[in-house]
T-cell receptor
């Protein structure tokens, strides 16, 4: 079974502090992983994806296959980072595509 | 481009009724996916359509069905509505496929089943 786990529903950090949002996955194949973000009153949107190995808005995420993790990190949190963050996994097989989201972590950055 | 559009915005139905939700993808996008998001949970994958063919199906009962039209717009149909079908239904489009590519989400349709 494929599954994405985000153990923290709520996370609060002070402005300027480092932030790490945890994501663990369970998948028997080679995973394609994403982080999506939803700011207040906005649509769900892509933050970054593993395949691009890019840094967006100062966030990075490293795939650790040994620990089956794809944690999202930022060295210095900003107030505008307050949002709902979802880790997601894409799975493709002969039977078709599947896409799995975690339950999300609500990040609050305290001024 | 207004992005992905969905209609209606809100919908109230009673148990046993049928509902049709509509989605228009971003121009040029050929893939449409549907998700159900229950309050407090992440989106759950229902279907993916690409070039009018079903390319993926989540763990939902046969009461849920969808189709994609030649202009790449899509409909999600739910029959015999249950109280548990109350949720936000999200549509997302991508080019060309969802496996590696960014999905662009619509604002959602809020369905309430009484």
């Amino acid at each position: 079974a494929q599954r994405v786990t985000q153990p923290e529903k709520l996370l609060s950090v002070f402005k300027g502090a480092p932030v790490e949002l945890k994501c663990n996955y369970s998948y028997s194949g080679s995973p394609e992983l994403f982080w999506y973000v939803q700011y207040s009153r906005q649509r769900l949107q892509l933050l970054l994806r593993h395949i691009s190995r890019e840094s967006i808005k100062g966030f990075t995420a490293d795939l650790n296959k040994g620990e089956t993790s794809f944690h999202l990190k930022k060295p210095f949190a900003q107030e505008e980072d307050s949002a709902m963050y979802y880790c997601a996994l894409s799975a493709s097989s002969g039977t078709g595509n599947q896409f799995y989201f975690g339950t999300g972590t609500s990040l609050t950055v305290i001024p | 481009d207004a992005g992905v559009t969905q209609s209606p915005t809100h919908l109230i139905k009673t148990r046993g009724q049928h509902v049709t939700l509509r989605c228009s993808p971003i121009s040029g996008h050929k893939s449409v996916s549907w998700y159900q998001q229950v309050l407090g949970q992440g989106p759950q994958f229902i279907f993916q359509y690409y070039e009018k063919e079903e390319r993926g199906r989540g763990n939902f009962p046969d009461r849920f069905s969808a189709r994609q039209f030649p202009n790449y717009s899509s409909e999600l149909n739910v029959n015999a509505l249950l109280l548990g079908d109350s949720a936000l239904y999200l549509c997302a489009s991508s080019f060309p496929d969802i496996a590696y590519n960014e999905q662009f989400f619509g604002p959602g349709t809020r369905l309430t089943v009484l």
